[in-house]
């Protein structure tokens, strides 16, 4: 195996419309789910999903609420009216490929229009020829925590199979249009998630999830985004032959906190939570251990002979994921926990931690490769990798952020090494390549750029674009294809 990256090696950043756009009702775009999450000052670490599933009066008193500053991502970093500058910089910086998501409602505002908005298609053709231009592969993602709020209201999400419909109706609107010049596609990002936060992951209403009925609905809501994903992947293959459909899943490294073999029990029933969805996507079928899962915890879903014919003969043609930390699990009551990316977790003694309590582990990052290699044999894809932190402005405008460069020093030489053992990853797209507004908690504080953004969590500042140091190193990383990390 020789040395090093490929010499094709898609190197670039990563950013989400519900985070990054702004361009609040602009070309007539609808409301989404992300457009109702408020900001609140401080959220404790363990409140996360409280914010991203609102109850019900809230989304409707901010339906009525068309005010920007207590809701931050009506305005993230207003990416739609900077994106040619935006783009300009992640060129000066070399990268070969930018993954950005498309907003569902810039193209049905409802969900169910019969014609879709061609402001908001016109929009995503003038960005995505930007970065053709740019000499920069567009890598989209179908949908990403911004789901159309008259689906959350009318059919409660994804639990109405009839939002399978109109997902696929929306992803033959993006194939065709942008087919030609977009060659990698993501259905959903996340797509486990929806049990964490399903209001954010599937629109589903939280007040319909009773004790009684919760885990059928979730589970089922599931089911049914599975057999979107897969009826995409047979479109994108039926009308863009040569492109690339991926699945996106929320990779952690889960650790035993003792040899108790109750520790290590508990990791593998945590590796399935994840490996879940990306089974049925890669692989084409649900794991053995899934049906009776939900039979003995009383959990009904419906699942058709049709249904099943259908995963299994569309799956993914490549496997990509988030990863930013990793977390000891244990059966014992006397471990410390903490938070990473909507998740909580034990604390690892042997790793240091991020501004927000995320336990930084590049090894993670390798072992999560081999694990997903072994278990699945397709390329891999990294689209999403960062650090969150309070970076600091100096008075002469500059911002040094050596824990971000060290942080992501560390995981893209981990990397590396499993490349150099064969394992076949593709490419790297780092979290948050310009400062945008946090997914967990619509902080603008928290962040992950190499792209510094002057505004504050309520939406004050010039939002003037500044390279931070990373800015300098990651040029030099993609120049040296990931040769010179110094
Ligand atoms: C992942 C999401 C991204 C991004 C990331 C960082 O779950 O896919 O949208 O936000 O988390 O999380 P946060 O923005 O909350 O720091």
């Known amino acids: 195996m020789e040395k090093g990256f490929p010499k094709d090696f898609l190197w670039g950043g990563a950013i989400a ?7 609040f009702r602009e070309g007539g775009k609808g409301l989404s789910v992300a457009d109702i999450e408020q900001y609140v000052e401080n959220p404790t670490r363990f409140t996360y999903n409280q914010l991203n599933d609102v109850p019900y009066e809230r989304i409707l008193a901010a339906e009525q609420d ?13 990416f ?4 040619k500058d935006d783009i300009a910089m992640f060129k000066e910086m070399g990268f ?3 993954r950005f998501s498309i907003a569902w409602t810039r193209i049905f505002p409802t969900g169910e229009e019969e014609e879709p908005n061609e402001a908001g298609l016109a929009f995503y053709d003038d960005m995505i020829n930007e970065l053709v231009k740019a000499g920069i592969q567009p890598l989209v993602t179908i949908n990403h925590y911004d789901f159309p709020l008259a689906l959350a209201k009318k059919y ?3 639990a109405d199979p009839i939002v399978i419909d109109l997902f696929l109706k929306y992803c033959r609107v993006l194939f065709e249009r942008f087919g030609d010049r977009v060659k990698y596609w993501l259905t959903f990002n996340e797509i486990d998630s929806i049990i964490r936060h399903p209001l954010k992951s599937a629109g589903i209403i939280q007040e319909t999830l009773t004790e009684d009925k919760k885990y059928s609905i979730l589970y089922q809501a599931l089911h049914h985004q599975l057999v979107a994903s897969a009826l995409a992947t047979k479109l994108l293959h039926e009308l863009v032959p040569d492109a690339w459909m991926g699945c996106m899943g929320t990779k952690h490294t889960n650790y035993p906190y003792t040899c108790d073999p109750n520790d290590f029990l508990n990791v593998l029933e945590m590796d399935r939570e994840c490996y879940l969805a990306i089974d ?5 079928e649900y794991p053995y251990w899934f049906f009776p899962k939900l039979a003995r915890e009383g959990i009904e879903i419906r699942v058709t002979e049709e249904e099943k014919k259908i995963l299994k003969e569309n799956t993914v043609d490549f496997v990509s994921f988030s990863y930013y930390n990793s977390f000891v699990t244990s059966t014992r009551d006397d471990v410390e926990l903490v938070p990473g990316n909507l998740h909580v977790g034990g604390k690892n003694p042997y790793l240091k931690s991020g501004d927000w309590g995320w336990q930084i582990d590049p090894l993670g990052l390798r072992i999560s490769l081999m694990q997903l290699y072994e278990r699945y044999q397709k390329p891999l894809f990294v689209a999403e990798n960062g650090m969150g932190a309070m970076d600091h402005v100096e008075e002469d405008g500059s911002v040094h952020d050596p824990y971000r460069i060290d942080y992501l020093r560390a995981h893209i030489a981990e990397m590396k090494k499993a490349v150099e053992e064969g394992i076949p990853v593709f490419g790297y797209t780092m979290w948050g390549c310009i400062d945008i507004v946090s997914s967990a908690t ?6 992950y750029g190499f792209i510094y953004v002057d505004q504050d969590d309520y939406g004050n500042g010039t939002l003037k674009r500044t390279p931070k140091d990373s800015f300098y190193w990651y040029k030099k990383v993609i120049a040296s294809n990931g040769e010179d990390l110094a």
């Open 17 to 23: 419309a519900h985070q990054a756009e702004g361009g």
């Open 66 to 78: 068309d005010d920007l500053k207590k809701y931050p991502k009506r305005r993230g970093c207003q």
């Open 80 to 83: 739609y009216y900077h994106y």
């Open 96 to 98: 070969k490929v930018f």
């Open 156 to 158: 409660n999400g994804f």
């Open 280 to 284: 049925v996507q890669a692989r084409g």
């Open 442 to 447: 619509c902080e603008m504080k928290k962040r």
